[in-house]
Protein backbone atom coordinates (compact mmCIF):
# COMPACT_ATOMS: atom_id res chain seq x y z
CA UNK A 1 0.00 0.00 0.00
CA UNK A 2 3.15 2.56 0.42
CA UNK A 3 4.54 1.53 -2.45
CA UNK A 4 1.38 2.51 -4.43
CA UNK A 5 0.33 6.05 -2.22
CA UNK A 6 4.45 6.88 -3.63
CA UNK A 7 3.23 6.15 -7.28
CA UNK A 8 0.14 8.18 -6.91
CA UNK A 9 2.06 11.10 -5.27
CA UNK A 10 5.09 11.03 -7.61
CA UNK A 11 2.59 10.75 -10.68
CA UNK A 12 0.48 13.93 -9.45
CA UNK A 13 4.25 15.62 -8.38
CA UNK A 14 4.79 15.18 -12.53
CA UNK A 15 1.83 16.76 -13.27
CA UNK A 16 1.69 19.74 -11.24
CA UNK A 17 4.92 19.91 -12.74
CA UNK A 18 4.59 19.64 -16.44
CA UNK A 19 1.40 22.28 -16.28
CA UNK A 20 3.18 24.76 -14.67
CA UNK A 21 5.88 24.47 -17.20
CA UNK A 22 3.58 24.71 -19.79
CA UNK A 23 2.06 27.99 -18.70
CA UNK A 24 5.65 29.81 -18.37
CA UNK A 25 6.46 28.79 -22.05
CA UNK A 26 3.17 30.43 -23.09
CA UNK A 27 3.42 33.60 -21.52
CA UNK A 28 3.74 36.69 -23.80
CA UNK A 29 6.60 38.28 -24.53
CA UNK A 30 6.38 42.45 -24.59
CA UNK A 31 8.77 44.56 -26.08
CA UNK A 32 9.21 48.19 -25.13
CA UNK A 33 8.78 51.74 -27.78
CA UNK A 34 8.98 54.94 -27.22
CA UNK A 35 8.91 56.93 -29.42
CA UNK A 36 7.49 60.44 -31.24
CA UNK A 37 4.85 59.59 -33.72
CA UNK A 38 5.12 61.85 -36.62
CA UNK A 39 1.99 63.94 -37.92
CA UNK A 40 1.69 61.71 -41.23
CA UNK A 41 4.02 59.19 -41.28
CA UNK A 42 3.85 55.91 -38.79
CA UNK A 43 5.89 54.38 -36.10
CA UNK A 44 7.25 50.71 -37.43
CA UNK A 45 8.99 48.82 -34.09
CA UNK A 46 11.07 45.95 -35.43
CA UNK A 47 9.95 42.66 -36.38
CA UNK A 48 9.04 40.07 -33.46
CA UNK A 49 8.01 36.92 -34.10
CA UNK A 50 4.51 35.50 -32.85
CA UNK A 51 4.92 33.02 -30.48
CA UNK A 52 0.95 32.31 -30.18
CA UNK A 53 -2.32 32.30 -31.09
CA UNK A 54 -3.23 34.25 -29.07
CA UNK A 55 -4.66 38.44 -30.27
CA UNK A 56 -1.57 41.41 -29.89
CA UNK A 57 -1.62 43.77 -26.86
CA UNK A 58 -0.57 47.27 -26.65
CA UNK A 59 0.40 48.43 -23.29
CA UNK A 60 0.63 52.53 -23.64
CA UNK A 61 2.34 53.74 -20.59
CA UNK A 62 2.26 56.89 -21.62
CA UNK A 63 1.22 59.12 -24.71
CA UNK A 64 0.95 63.19 -24.87
CA UNK A 65 -1.80 65.17 -23.79
CA UNK A 66 -4.46 66.40 -26.10
CA UNK A 67 -3.59 63.14 -28.67
CA UNK A 68 -4.91 60.59 -30.41
CA UNK A 69 -3.21 57.58 -31.57
CA UNK A 70 -3.88 54.46 -33.50
CA UNK A 71 -2.44 51.66 -33.57
CA UNK A 72 -2.40 48.11 -35.04
CA UNK A 73 -0.01 44.82 -36.06
CA UNK A 74 1.32 44.37 -39.90
CA UNK A 75 3.29 41.25 -41.41
CA UNK A 76 6.65 42.33 -42.85
CA UNK A 77 5.32 43.13 -46.12
CA UNK A 78 3.34 46.29 -44.62
CA UNK A 79 -0.18 44.43 -45.31
CA UNK A 80 -2.51 44.96 -41.75
CA UNK A 81 -3.47 41.41 -40.03
CA UNK A 82 -4.98 43.01 -37.06
CA UNK A 83 -7.86 45.23 -36.19
CA UNK A 84 -6.76 48.77 -34.87
CA UNK A 85 -7.16 50.40 -31.99
CA UNK A 86 -7.75 54.26 -31.64
CA UNK A 87 -6.77 55.50 -28.26
CA UNK A 88 -6.00 58.92 -25.97
CA UNK A 89 -5.13 57.31 -22.91
CA UNK A 90 -2.85 54.91 -20.90
CA UNK A 91 -3.70 51.33 -20.97
CA UNK A 92 -4.32 47.82 -22.50
CA UNK A 93 -5.04 47.92 -25.78
CA UNK A 94 -6.21 44.89 -27.99
CA UNK A 95 -5.64 44.23 -31.70
CA UNK A 96 -7.57 41.41 -33.25
CA UNK A 97 -6.07 39.18 -35.87
CA UNK A 98 -7.95 39.21 -38.66
CA UNK A 99 -9.04 35.81 -39.61
CA UNK A 100 -7.13 32.44 -37.49
CA UNK A 101 -4.49 34.00 -35.38
CA UNK A 102 -2.89 31.07 -35.65
CA UNK A 103 -1.59 31.33 -39.53
CA UNK A 104 0.50 34.26 -38.15
CA UNK A 105 2.37 31.71 -35.27
CA UNK A 106 6.10 31.64 -36.17
CA UNK A 107 6.11 34.25 -38.20
CA UNK A 108 7.76 38.01 -37.78
CA UNK A 109 5.36 40.83 -37.41
CA UNK A 110 5.59 44.45 -36.44
CA UNK A 111 3.62 46.96 -34.29
CA UNK A 112 2.60 50.33 -36.37
CA UNK A 113 1.35 53.61 -34.28
CA UNK A 114 0.36 56.45 -36.08
CA UNK A 115 -1.82 59.46 -35.28
CA UNK A 116 -5.47 59.43 -36.04
CA UNK A 117 -6.87 61.43 -38.47
CA UNK A 118 -8.68 63.89 -36.09
CA UNK A 119 -5.33 65.06 -34.46
CA UNK A 120 -2.75 65.09 -37.40
CA UNK A 121 0.22 65.91 -34.84
CA UNK A 122 3.21 64.48 -33.75
CA UNK A 123 2.79 62.94 -30.47
CA UNK A 124 5.27 61.51 -28.02
CA UNK A 125 4.26 57.70 -26.29
CA UNK A 126 5.73 54.96 -24.84
CA UNK A 127 4.93 51.27 -23.81
CA UNK A 128 5.70 48.11 -24.30
CA UNK A 129 3.50 45.96 -26.94
CA UNK A 130 3.55 41.88 -27.85
CA UNK A 131 2.14 39.82 -30.96
CA UNK A 132 1.51 37.58 -28.08
Same mark, same amino acid.
Given at each position: ?????????? $?? *???? $? $? &???? $?? *?? #? #?? =? %?? %??TTVPAVAD =??? !?? !?? !????? &? #? %????????KNRTLVSWIENTKGKNITSKNTYSSKGKKTMDYKGNASKYKGKKVRLN? &????????RATTSGEWTPN
Open positions: MKKCKKIVGT $LV *ATFF $L $L &SSTS $LI *AH #A #AT =Y %YD %YE =YES !KP !KK !KKTTG &S #A %YNKVGSIQI &STSTTTMK
